[in-house]
């Protein structure tokens, strides 16, 4: 079955720090893959996403490259702000005729704290 | 105006109850979802419903049942619960089934079993 993978946490940077968190997925043919992020107390939001190879998604200054030679979709920011401390979930939605489809199978949830 | 709303925030009970949650949407989306969060964030599907008709069903115990009165509700009720039910329970819905519909999310009820 379809399964992601991301990256232990948490993760704690500074102010202005570069972002990496990691994503790998299994999936028979080709999935949608998405990055959602959830603030404390709250729900989740779809923060990007990328529906075929080497396409790339973008939001509030996040970026993430669906790579299917890999099968990652890494999730990266040249420079985070304290707003940005959330929960990070990577997922995906497999394709059209497959058992999954409109389904997410997530990954495990990356913790970000940043710190002033 | 919320898009999804659920019912009730908080949830606390003793084992052996039966408890339902609720779950709203005015997005006029056709599909809706059944989440469940554990404590170690972990996200699984539970339930899925196009039309108010059961699409995914997955492996859940039969304690669990969705009830979808209309398309911009969908309900869940569990019997005779159990101290391993406790988790954060997320509704979403979606335009429409499918990778290219987004899922827009509740705030999540949190349910402790005592």
């Known amino acids: 079955g379809n399964s992601v993978t991301q990256m232990e946490g948490p993760v704690t940077l500074s102010e202005e720090a570069f972002l990496t968190i990691n994503c790998t997925y299994t999936?028979?043919?080709?999935?949608?893959l998405f990055w959602y992020v959830q603030y404390p107390g709250e729900g989740l939001q779809l923060l990007l996403k990328?529906?075929?190879?080497?396409d790339k998604g973008s939001n509030k200054g996040f970026e993430a490259t669906y790579r299917k030679e890999t099968t990652s979709f890494h999730l990266e920011k040249g420079s985070v702000q304290v707003s940005d401390s959330a929960v990070y979930f990577c997922?995906?939605?497999?394709?059209?005729?497959?058992?999954?489809?409109?389904?997410?199978?997530f990954g495990q949830g990356t913790i970000l704290t940043v710190h002033p | 105006d919320t898009a999804v709303s659920q019912t009730p925030k908080y949830l606390v009970t003793q084992m052996g109850n039966d408890k339902s949650i609720k779950c709203e949407q005015n997005?006029?989306?056709?599909?809706m979802y059944w989440y469940k969060q554990d404590s170690k964030k972990f996200l699984k599907i539970m339930f899925s419903?196009?039309?108010?008709?059961?699409?995914i069903n997955e492996t859940v115990p039969n304690r669990f049942s969705p009830k979808s009165p209309d398309k911009a509700h969908l309900n869940l009720h569990i019997n005779s619960l159990e101290l391993g039910d406790s988790a954060v329970y997320f509704c979403?819905?979606?335009?429409?089934?499918?990778?290219?519909?987004?899922?827009?999310f509740g705030p999540g009820t949190r349910l402790t079993v005592t």
């Open positions: 979403a819905s979606s335009q429409a089934m499918g990778a290219l519909y987004e899922q827009y």
């Open positions: 999936a028979t043919g080709y999935p949608s």
């Open positions: 990328a529906t075929k190879a080497d």
């Open positions: 997922a995906l939605s497999g394709d059209a005729g497959g058992t999954s489809y409109g389904k997410l199978t």
């Open positions: 997005l006029g989306h056709d599909t």
């Open positions: 419903y196009n039309n108010k008709e059961l699409i």
